[in-house]
């Protein structure tokens, strides 16, 4: 059946509005943050990071102890009071200040290391990448040769030869945790650099520095950041772990995996709160971190774009 003529409204053809701007143009960073913000898992992660980032930072001026004070007299294992807010433990040291100059030294490892692992990695990879060829072979079997070596037996035997310390599990853990890295910019650096926009690039003059630097890099950064999220609470599992075996930092600092070890021998007793905060930071910290990173997975999707 044919419809009426009447039925239809001529649309008027305006020049000015077909050139207006319905909304104000934004950057890939900011369209990142805005969907972010509408990311609830996301943004509740990063409001718990950096509620521990804040707390490692001003907890342990909060109270008049420090996390090695001690008291061998009436303060040994009290339980969480006005006093003493976590309670102490068995040499009468404070629970609260050692909890969070714990988290200070674990998220200080964990983030420095991901940080060494993302340098290298992306320089590593990048190179591989854009090279290619016999220089690709080359580099790609070294980092062959390392992945098949057992990390924690790796990390442990340079934490036996060099001794526990600070400095040495950041370079434990950064010997072979870039090759995830590496491997993940290499693979990204192999689908863009024969890109149209690339190509353009090298026919106006580019040279290897600025290709990577301006066009290559920057549009990898998506799966490098996600990536990045994950590494940080891998570090810090791994540092708790190997202080849990008494290969990270020795007494009187303290981190999460040391103070999990030592309320060990308390695991049956009514003194609950020594392995209660701990354990319950460090998996929050986890937590965190991945909800994060699935969060921001999501965000930098181009497919989950609407």
């Known amino acids: 059946m044919a419809i009426p003529a009447e039925k239809f409204q001529r649309a008027e ?6 050139e207006a701007i319905r909304r104000p143009s934004l950057t890939f960073w900011q369209d990142v943050w805005i969907r972010l913000r509408k990311n609830w898992l996301g943004m509740g992660g990063l409001v718990v990071i950096l509620l521990l980032a804040f707390m490692a930072i001003a907890g342990p001026w909060m109270t008049e102890y420090t996390y090695y004070q001690q008291d061998l007299g ?15 433990d068995d040499l009468g040291r404070d629970m609260f200040v050692r909890t ?18 993302l340098v290298i990695g992306v320089l590593y990879g990048g190179i591989s990448g854009y090279k290619g060829g016999r220089t690709d072979e080359i580099m790609m079997r070294i980092v062959d040769v390392l992945w098949g070596l057992p990390y924690l037996l790796v990390v442990i035997l340079l934490l036996v030869v060099l001794g526990p310390g600070l400095d040495t599990i950041i370079i ?10 590496a ?7 192999l689908q863009l650099k024969n890109q149209e926009y690339v190509m353009a690039a090298r026919t106006l003059g580019a040279d290897t520095k600025r290709l990577m630097k301006k066009h290559l890099i920057p549009n990898t950064m998506g799966p490098i950041l996600v990536l ?8 810090i599992f791994a ?5 849990f075996l008494g290969l990270g930092v020795q007494a009187p600092v303290a981190s999460w995996g040391t103070m999990i070890d030592d309320a ?43």
């Open 239 to 243: 540092e708790a772990f190997l202080s």
């Open 264 to 306: 060990l021998t308390v695991i049956l007793t009514d003194e609950w709160w020594r392995l209660f905060f701990p354990t319950l930071f460090l998996s929050l910290t986890l937590l965190a971190f991945n909800a994060f990173g699935d969060g921001l997975r999501d965000v930098l999707d181009p497919k989950m774009r609407k």
């Open 183 to 189: 491997r993940l910019v290499r693979g990204q650096v």
């Open 13 to 18: 053809r305006k020049l000015t509005e077909a």
């Open 100 to 117: 969070w100059y714990g988290a200070r030294v674990s998220l200080t490892i964990g983030v420095v290391a991901a940080l060494i692992d």
């Open 74 to 88: 009436d303060g040994r294992n009290l339980g969480p009071s006005s006093e003493h807010w976590f309670g102490t």
């Open 172 to 181: 434990a853990l950064t010997v072979t945790g870039w090759l995830n890295m």
């Open 228 to 235: 990045l999220t994950y590494t940080v609470p891998n570090a």
